[in-house]
């Protein structure tokens, strides 16, 4: 339920700024990185199962699988989580979201170290994170939007 106030000559105005713009363009991106990590992650889970579906003859090991399926587990869910907050009009979705990116940039350097991504894929897959970060950081729209 959303609170509104009344003005002269009788009209009622919604407090809510609306979610449009590139905030919708924000939101779209983030649900699409997060269909993105689930389909990644049962797709790995497939592979360190049989790794000959990916033409592959070795298992990849445990702990590097246990910390790519748990590390985008969290970041699946944290997704959510912004969600909710961005559509509640929660302003503590700003942070919330600047921490998200940061923990993505660094599960991506964690899934470097293990041998997971590549040096190159690692600086592409940062573009993403990095300027949504920026976004939110810096748009008049989500400071106006996200407000209680």
Do not use: C, Q
Request: hydrophobic share 55%; charged share 15%.
């Amino acid at each position: 339920m959303h609170r509104t106030m009344e003005v002269s000559g009788g009209r009622v105005l919604d407090e809510r700024v609306p979610i449009r713009g590139w905030l919708v363009v924000y939101l779209v991106a983030l649900g699409g990185l997060a269909a993105h990590g689930l389909e990644l992650t049962i797709a790995s889970l497939i592979i360190g199962a049989d790794p000959s579906l990916a033409g592959l003859t070795s298992f990849v090991p445990a702990p590097a699988l246990a910390f790519y399926v748990v590390s985008n587990g969290l970041l699946i869910v944290y997704t959510v989580l912004l969600f909710v907050l961005m559509f509640r009009r929660k302003r503590i979705a700003i942070a919330h979201n600047v921490v998200f990116n940061v923990l993505s940039v660094g599960f991506l350097v964690g899934w470097h170290v293990f041998h997971m991504k590549s040096t190159v894929g690692v600086a592409i897959d940062m573009v993403p994170n990095i300027v949504m970060a920026g976004y939110v950081l810096t748009s008049k729209r989500v400071r106006r939007t996200l407000r209680r």
